[in-house]
């Protein structure tokens, strides 16, 4: 079993390796959408319902005494927002496209960040192995000392293989899973969303058609 030592060595380095690799932006991102994984998953049954109220209060007061609301997913908040500002169905669609496609990016980030991470760990393995045989001298490999680096080797090479295969690479496809199912849940809302607020948004009466009396007799 790897030492403490030799785990230390290949995390801390693999870490640093990742952030010089990544960027500080990138590395940020990757660290907010694992931070994500623990929070509760987009709930489509309770936005809806949030969303319920705000297109029939929406109906109730007309489109230009709208006032935007807060619900609990600041996503739709900032599409159903802009559709209020520019009194526009299309402002929420294009809001909509622009929040998507942030998550898209941001997902997409992540995961190249975590198969860096996955390359990198079993490079620093090799290197803890290389270097814990490098520094072991000639004069006196034996022992103990023959032991202890050829253990040190060993575990560094274990510990990067671990790090990678059981760590980084399952997160970059947590990372995907979990963005693939939101967007999923996200759009069935969306669709549900278009609907209720075109029915709520003004539309010009088309006019009826004029019907001339002719009065006297023929």
């Not at 990544?22 to 949030?50: I, M, Y």
């Not at 050829?150 to 997160?171: R, Y």
């Amino acid at each position: 079993m790897p030492d403490l030592t030799s785990i230390a060595i290949v995390v801390g380095f693999t870490l640093l390796a990742t952030v010089l690799q990544a960027g500080l932006r990138n590395s940020r991102v990757c660290l907010a959408q694992c931070a994500a994984l623990l929070k509760k998953p987009f709930d489509p049954v309770q936005t809806r319902a949030e969303l319920a109220r705000q297109m029939g209060d929406l109906r109730k007061d007309g489109i230009v005494r709208a006032v935007p609301a807060a619900s609990s997913d600041p996503e739709f908040d900032r599409s159903t927002n802009a559709m209020i500002r520019a009194r526009s169905l299309e402002a929420l669609m294009v809001e909509h496209d622009a929040c998507r496609s942030r998550r898209f990016s941001q997902s997409a980030t992540a995961r190249q960040v975590c198969n860096q991470a996955a390359e990198l760990a079993q490079m620093m393995g090799l290197a803890g192995t290389l270097i814990s045989l490098a520094t072991l001298s000639p004069s006196i490999a034996g022992g103990t000392s023959l032991t202890g680096a050829i253990g040190m080797a060993v575990g560094t090479t274990l510990t990067g293989v671990a790090l990678a295969n059981f760590v980084f690479i399952p997160l970059a496809g947590l990372i995907d899973r979990r963005a693939r199912n939101e967007d999923d849940a996200r759009e069935e809302v969306f669709e549900w969303l278009e609907m209720h607020a075109h029915i709520a948004m003004p539309r010009l009466r088309e006019a009826e058609p004029l019907t001339v009396l002719h009065k006297g007799a023929a």
